[in-house]
Nanobody, 126 residues
Framework: QVQLVESGGGSVQAGGSLGLSCAAS????????MGWFRQAPGKEREFVAA????????YYAESVKGRFTISRDNAKNTVYLQLNSLKPEDTAVYSC???????????????????WGQGTQVTVSS
């Protein structure tokens, strides 16, 4: 069973930056594509970014492209999400997720991911 634990959330003013981490254990991290999703109050969970097993292929939601960066360190079993130029509409609980396969594929729907972390809160004030 794969366990995912996020960290790094917090409160920041608009225009600021945060770095999120997701530590994986209990599985073969280097064989899994990873993703980040977020859920704002009263809204459905939405896709943010995905990365393939090697880190050589990434994909972003249009709303975060150019502002957020996903990366991974397979030696540390950790995936990261760097959030820059934050906006109040980025406020949400951010969760990482793991696929059972190495490749991104579609990777924008929650059903494609087998394992989920509990999430970390990001709050952006104007």
């Amino acid at each position: 069973q794969v366990q995912l634990v996020e960290s790094g959330g917090g409160s920041v003013q608009a225009g600021g930056s945060l770095g999120l981490s997701c530590a994986a254990s209990g599985g073969t991290f280097s064989s899994s594509a990873m993703g980040w999703f977020r859920q704002a109050p009263g809204k459905e969970r939405e896709f943010v970014a995905a990365i393939n097993w090697s880190g050589g292929n990434t994909y972003y939601a249009e709303s975060v492209k150019g502002r957020f960066t996903i990366s991974r360190d397979n030696a540390k079993n950790t995936v990261y999400l760097q959030l820059n130029s934050l906006k109040p509409e980025d406020t949400a609980v951010y969760s990482c997720a793991a696929k059972r396969v190495p490749y991104i594929g579609g990777s924008t729907t929650t059903s494609e991911y087998a394992y989920w972390g509990q999430g970390t809160q990001v709050t952006v004030s104007s």
